[in-house]
């Protein structure tokens, strides 16, 4: 059973150089071991879920401007999530505000085909879900 996730949950992009903060909508929501409790809700890009630095994916119409601007030598882009669905799959057995709990293993896709994974819980890190 994989742990829930709260505010200060770190994630990263496949595709990108840094990870990002997660941050929670504020909403009457939980409080798990100190900070508010995450929903797969919380997906939103540049609300929830920030840039991850520089994105690497020639996939992203950006990365391939600025490739194509320096004659197909390989450029990099700064990172803008292109997130369109929620997290998933999302607690089984624990919902909050009517939306299953995030965790641990829960998944993102950016539209440019990066997969986004919680690397650190947060505060919740010892609480366990199912």
Known sequence: MPPLVTAGALCTCSFGVAPAPLVVTPK???????????????SAPMVNIATFG??????????AAATAAKLGAFTPAPCIPAI?????????QVTIGGSPALHVGCTAMC???GVITITSPG???TVQVS
Do not use: F, K, R
Request: charged share 0%.
């Open 111 to 113: 539209s440019y085909g």
């Open 84 to 92: 369109a669905t929620p997290w998933t799959p999302g607690a089984t």
């Open 54 to 63: 520089m994105c690497m994916t020639p996939s992203n119409p950006v990365v």
């Open 123 to 125: 505060n919740a890190g």
């Open 28 to 42: 009457p929501t939980p409080v798990v071991a100190g900070a508010p409790a995450a929903t797969i809700q919380d």
